[in-house]
């Protein structure tokens, strides 16, 4: 088992910052992806960003530019730095991991990020 504890999250203007951090903890195999993604109320979920252990990283069109996705591997920690935050940004942010050596991926609890306008 994978538990994945995210924080960071909050209420910021439009225009500001936020880091999202997520903390991974238990059977976690030394090959992975972690990555966020995000809901908003009625929505799919979606992919915000992306990073393979070896640092690799994917990254949504609708916030390159503005995040940036790192991890430690060390610490098994993923981040996501948000710049520029728009009221669209606004959603739930799932922290995710996932592995062709597991079974399947773990998701966190999710975190709401607010942006007002």
């Known amino acids: 088992q994978v538990q994945l504890v995210e924080s960071g999250g909050g209420f910021v203007q439009a225009g500001g910052s936020l880091r999202l951090s997520c903390v991974a903890s238990?059977?976690?195999?030394?090959?992975?992806?972690m990555g966020w993604y995000r809901q908003a109320p009625g929505k799919q979920r979606e992919l915000v960003a992306a990073?393979?252990?070896?640092?690799?990283?994917n990254t949504a069109d609708s916030v390159k530019g503005r995040f940036t996705i790192s991890r430690d591997n060390a610490k098994n920690t993923v981040s996501l730095q948000m710049n520029s935050l728009k009221p669209e940004d606004t959603a739930v942010y799932y922290c995710?991991?996932?592995?062709?050596?597991?079974?399947?991926?773990?998701w966190g609890q999710g975190t709401q990020v607010t942006v007002s306008s």
């Open positions: 995710h991991l996932n592995s062709f050596l597991l079974t399947h991926g773990y």
């Open positions: 238990g059977s976690i195999v030394p090959i992975n992806t």
């Open positions: 990073i393979t252990n070896g640092g690799s990283t």
